[in-house]
């Protein structure tokens, strides 16, 4: 599945003077009585004209706004790009700059060359701009034919800057295209229609992935995970001739005193099972394996970067299908640490492959656990499209908060009412996967919580993540997320990773 993640970064310094890119991309803010313009690419009396100039073309500054302008002779190019960053304060905010830098790149897709002049006097906001810029430029062209000029990512983003540029800048920009780099190969694996993606050829792409880099594979087919009991992930995967996969990627770098460990869901095509889904919008259920693909590059990203805490993704694979041999509504299931679950909905799939999961990377009781999946419709209904759910522990809470603020992506705690339990009580086994609708979110993590051990082994923290809004956009293009696959959450958890260690 090979696709041009596009833009290459680079640094100069900021000023008004002229440039050899194509487009000089500049920020505005909106303010009470128009246009602001920020950045130091353009002479005060320039920026003047053009903060007058820009409320006649109906261009007020608002965020992600846009607006071509011709450039002069002492401008930074022949042609400037405005973008609106929304009202600010004193300064942007590094989500601001970051998704205006987004919506520049996405808007000069078919060009080669851009120079982006926005205010940047910190390594976060200059961190910030380069990530937008990367995320922005970007096209899922895999499956197409003919790929229009219009769809070709940006080739080269010049960030500019008043400070200096010195090894420590160099080293922000390298680690800001790394992690884009492989928050977009999670798109990609969002993206690829499931024909193509299902848990073996899954299997081959991480192995592909990984080469190269200090990590060790270990992967569990169908008789090995018969063998040792991994009875979720094989129940979900029975109804599909494409037989299900666990596998384990594992950055262990020399001298690393803690373990950050993460769960991703991996159903690579949701019918539903027996309980079939309606048909309507039934094809966006390919991105079903967004926490696996997410799990599976942040491992990767935080080798690359050479992060000093070991990180152990578990990508927990199969496809739910209603065939002649699937699981049926009243099924019992006996899953990896030995509790039985009675299916009573063959829907609520992603946390009986999520449960094995979870319980076979307790056994290193490893410092934190996450896992992450597009687990919950409710969690749409209850927080939208573009904020998660986040339960678990104060710890784990904690880590993703602290986190998530700087890499901007929205994650909103959650209870786990005590009362909410008893709705997953089952006459026939110790549990069943699903209840009434109420608190279906929270119902959801509840249940996860209850394989977060094995074999008297437990994480010393653990946190569930519930991204079925964010990890997949099915409306237009906004900031430096594009239409489909987002990549949400993986910039978070090699936040998370670092943080740690």
């Given amino acids: 599945m090979p696709n041009v993640h596009g833009v290459t970064l680079s640094l100069v310094a900021s000023?008004?003077?002229?440039?050899?890119?194509?487009?000089?991309?500049?920020?505005?803010?909106?303010?009470?009585?128009?246009?602001?313009?920020?950045?130091?690419?353009?002479?005060?009396?320039?920026?003047?004209?053009?903060?007058?100039?820009?409320?006649?073309?109906?261009?007020?500054?608002?965020?992600?706004?846009?607006?071509?302008?011709?450039?002069?002779?002492?401008?930074?190019?022949?042609?400037?790009?405005?973008?609106?960053?929304?009202?600010?304060?004193?300064?942007?905010?590094?989500?601001?700059?970051?998704?205006?830098?987004?919506?520049?790149?996405r808007t000069l897709a078919g060009r080669d060359t851009a120079v982006i002049d926005f205010p940047n006097t910190t390594e976060d906001a200059l961190s910030a701009i380069a990530e937008g810029a990367s995320l922005g430029a970007y096209a899922f062209t895999a499956q197409k034919s003919v790929v229009p000029e219009t769809s070709v990512p940006l080739k080269q983003a010049v960030v500019a800057t008043t400070m200096k540029p010195n090894k420590s800048l160099k080293a922000v920009l390298e680690r800001a295209a790394t992690v884009a780099r492989h928050t977009k190969a999670a798109r990609d694996l969002v993206d690829t229609p499931a024909n193509e993606l299902y848990p073996a050829s899954f299997v081959d792409y991480a192995k592909a992935a990984a080469k190269g880099l200090d990590v060790k594979l270990t992967v569990w087919d169908?008789?090995?995970?018969?063998?040792?009991?991994?009875?979720?992930?094989?129940?979900?995967?029975?109804?599909?001739?494409?037989?299900?996969?666990?596998?384990?990627?594992?950055?262990?770098?020399?001298?690393?005193?803690?373990?950050?460990?993460?769960?991703?869901?991996?159903?690579?095509?949701?019918?539903?099972?027996?309980?079939?889904?309606?048909?309507?919008?039934?094809?966006?259920?390919?991105?079903?394996?967004a926490g696996a693909a997410t799990v599976l590059h942040t491992a990767l990203a935080a080798a690359e970067l050479g992060v000093s805490v070991k990180v152990t993704a578990w990508l927990c694979l199969a496809e739910n299908m209603p065939g002649g041999n699937a699981t049926r509504p009243g099924d019992v299931l006996r899953m990896y640490n030995g509790k039985t679950v009675e299916v009573t909905n063959t829907d609520a799939e992603g946390r009986l492959v999520m449960a094995d999961g979870l319980s076979k990377a307790s056994e290193s009781e490893p410092d934190l656990l996450f896992d992450i999946a597009t687990l919950t419709g409710a969690q749409v209904v209850a927080l939208g499209q573009r904020t998660a759910g986040l339960m678990g522990d104060d710890a784990a809470v904690a880590a993703v908060k602290s986190a998530s603020e700087a890499t901007g992506e929205p994650f909103w705690p959650m209870p786990f009412p005590e009362e909410i339990r008893e709705d997953l009580d089952s006459a026939t086994a110790d549990l069943r996967n699903s209840g009434n609708r109420n608190g279906g979110m929270l119902k959801a993590g509840i249940f996860l919580s209850e394989f977060v051990e094995s074999d008297g082994k437990r994480a010393k923290s653990w946190g569930h993540l519930d991204v079925a809004g964010p990890a997949f956009n099915g409306g237009?293009?906004?900031?430096?997320?594009?239409?489909?696959?987002?990549?949400?959450?993986l910039r978070t958890l090699v936040a998370v990773a670092e943080n740690l260690a």
């Fill in 476 to 489: 237009a293009a906004w900031g430096f997320t594009p239409k489909e696959g987002t990549g949400f959450g």
């Fill in 15 to 105: 000023g008004q003077k002229r440039t050899d890119a194509e487009v000089a991309v500049v920020a505005a803010a909106k303010t009470e009585g128009g246009v602001r313009l920020l950045g130091q690419a353009l002479t005060e009396k320039r920026a003047g004209e053009l903060a007058a100039l820009l409320p006649q073309f109906g261009f007020t500054g608002g965020a992600g706004s846009t607006q071509f302008v011709a450039g002069e002779a002492k401008d930074p190019a022949d042609v400037l790009l405005i973008v609106g960053l929304g009202a600010v304060d004193a300064d942007p905010t590094s989500e601001q700059l970051r998704r205006a830098a987004g919506v520049a790149t």
């Fill in 222 to 289: 169908e008789k090995k995970l018969e063998s040792d009991g991994f009875g979720g992930i094989l129940g979900v995967g029975r109804g599909s001739a494409r037989p299900p996969r666990l596998v384990q990627v594992q950055y262990s770098p020399r001298g690393a005193k803690k373990e950050l460990a993460l769960v991703g869901k991996g159903i690579t095509f949701d019918t539903g099972g027996i309980s079939l889904k309606p048909p309507a919008s039934m094809e966006e259920m390919k991105s079903d394996m």
